[in-house]
């Protein structure tokens, strides 16, 4: 279940993957397609594209606060961030904030689901 609703929101033209390390950010626009296997593939493979181990995987965890856009995240066991899927326009703190579609995530997306 976790990785078709993965492959919802990258899916959304309004997605960006993005993964972070205290040095880097990759960010990739959406949408995407998913590819499973050991390895999942966020994107197409001769293009900007992301492999994640499936096997870290643990879980999808929603996020709405009121000056930020929705966005999901991917964690693993321990709930580190692997990457997190940002929907633009979502962030009720700025005037182009569609509150309908951000309204319609949350409701679509609103609990964590396990792997």
Do not use: Y
Not at 29 to 48: H, K, M, N, S, V
Not at 103 to 114: D, E, H, N
Request: glycine share 8%; hydrophobic share 50%.
């Amino acid at each position: 279940m976790i990785w078709q609703q993965l492959q919802e929101a990258i899916g959304n033209p309004d997605a960006r993957v993005i993964v972070r390390t205290a040095s880097a950010i990759a960010e990739l626009p959406g949408p995407l397609p998913l590819r499973a296997g050991e390895w999942i593939t966020l994107g197409t493979e001769g293009q900007p594209h992301l492999h994640v181990r499936a096997a870290d995987a643990a879980a999808l965890t929603l996020h709405a606060p009121d000056d930020a856009n929705v966005a999901l995240e991917l964690v693993d066991g321990a709930g580190a961030r692997i990457l997190r899927v940002a929907f633009v326009r979502t962030n009720p703190a700025k005037p182009e904030c569609d509150h309908a579609r951000r309204a319609a995530l949350v409701a679509r997306f609103g609990g964590p689901v396990g792997a």
